[in-house]
């Protein structure tokens, strides 16, 4: 049974405005990680809003656990829809203790199931220790995990968060992706996250929704995404890319382009002859010793990366026009001078038609 399903979904917030929200399509399973992955203003906000209930769909109709909480004739207001929200800024209650801020969802409880269900969601965020004090002696990743236990603590159906990994700096953001989605995995909640960084959602998700200008472009499992884009937007949005223009094959399994025939992992279902895009992930470009890859280029530049060499590899001897580069992966200890020749091959996996 699908657990959340928004049905064509649309919101205009002023008359003439462009929808901020159009034709969103989604169904989520109970206890799936959902995010929502795009550039600033596309509309992630807005569709956390309009499941939550602060916000109205102009048409289109949402239902949560099988219920219907929104259509032309039903609107179900927000604290009745079982949703728990985690801001991005956390909006903890500075003047209650860690305890009062979590039991705070929970004043229809009876006394001691209330104590009970604090202690429970306490130790789940692995903050049982913390109960007495105040948000201010705790750090930014501890009240991240105390905004989330707030929200976990009346067993909501669904827990929404906004941006949670924004306010943490790079090496304590990476530890919190893994606590959420455990976390998260622990409580069995399902959950959808926004975000516009493409690593939280892949290292968070078991799905990601990939958004532009109100418009879901590609629902997918985030390993999918990446190999699979399915148009220039998401191949760009979600990592660097090479895209090339060339025409379909006579066998529909590679594609003609100015650096020669490249190979699709799989037959296209696109005409002989047909224009097409496609994308080439740096790292499925593999340097290759003695000449003996299948494509040749000169490197015009290096940049050191930390984790690798990106190699801005000239294809043509031509004008040196950024366009006929070609980004390639090397690994750092590899010596390779500005100029020199390489060899490579293209590995089909990590090549994808693209709209
Ligand atoms: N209350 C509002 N009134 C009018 N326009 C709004 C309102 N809320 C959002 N919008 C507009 O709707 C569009 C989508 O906004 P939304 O906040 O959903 O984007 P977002 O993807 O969450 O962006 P960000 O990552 O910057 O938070 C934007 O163009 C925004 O200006």
Same mark, same amino acid.
């Given at each position: 049974m699908s657990f959340i399903k928004l049905t064509n979904i649309k919101k205009v917030f002023?008359?003439?405005?462009?929808?901020?929200?159009?034709?969103f399509n989604l169904t989520i399973q109970q206890g799936e990680i959902v995010s929502i992955l795009g550039p600033s203003g596309c509309g992630k906000t807005t569709i956390l809003r309009l499941i939550a209930g602060f916000e109205q769909p102009t048409v289109g109709t949402i239902e949560i656990d099988g219920k219907t909480v929104y259509d032309e004739k039903t609107f179900v207001p927000p604290e009745k829809r079982g949703v728990g929200m985690v801001f991005q800024d956390y909006a903890?209650?500075?003047?209650? +203790?860690i305890e009062k801020n979590v039991a705070f969802g929970l004043n229809k409880w009876r006394r001691g199931d209330k104590r009970r269900r604090v202690r429970e969601v306490l130790e789940l965020v692995d903050l049982a220790e913390y109960a007495?004090?105040?948000?201010?002696?705790?750090?930014g990743g501890q009240q991240q995990r105390v905004a989330l236990a707030r929200a976990l603590a009346p067993q909501p159906n669904v827990v929404l968060l906004d941006e949670p990994f924004s306010n943490l700096d790079a090496s304590l953001r990476e530890k919190m992706r893994h606590e959420i989605t455990d976390i998260l995995k622990k409580a069995e909640t399902t959950a959808i996250i926004v975000t516009h960084d493409q690593k939280d959602a892949f290292a968070v998700s078991d799905r990601v929704v990939v958004m532009n200008e109100g418009v879901i472009q590609q629902v997918a499992h985030p390993r999918d995404i990446y +190999?699979?884009?399915?148009?220039c937007f998401v191949a760009q949005f979600v990592g660097r890319t090479n895209l090339l223009q060339g025409r379909v094959a006579e066998d529909l399994k590679h594609v003609d382009t100015k650096i020669g025939r490249i190979c699709l992992a799989e037959k296209t279902k696109e005409a002989i002859d047909e224009e097409v895009m496609i994308s080439i992930r740096p790292e499925g470009c593999r340097l290759l010793e003695n000449g003996e890859g299948r494509y040749k280029g000169r490197v015009a530049r290096v940049v050191y990366s930390g984790e690798y060499q990106e190699l801005f590899v000239?294809?043509?001897?031509?004008?040196? %026009? %950024?366009?006929q580069h070609l980004l390639i992966y090397a690994p750092v200890e590899k010596h390779i001078e500005i100029g020199s020749s390489i060899s490579f091959d293209i590995t089909p996996e990590l090549v994808a038609l693209v709209d």
């Open positions: 002023n008359r003439l405005d462009k929808p901020a929200v159009d034709n903890l209650f500075p003047h209650l +203790t007495k004090r105040y948000p201010n002696e705790l750090s +190999t699979c884009p399915t148009n000239r294809l043509s001897e031509e004008e040196d %026009t %950024t366009d």
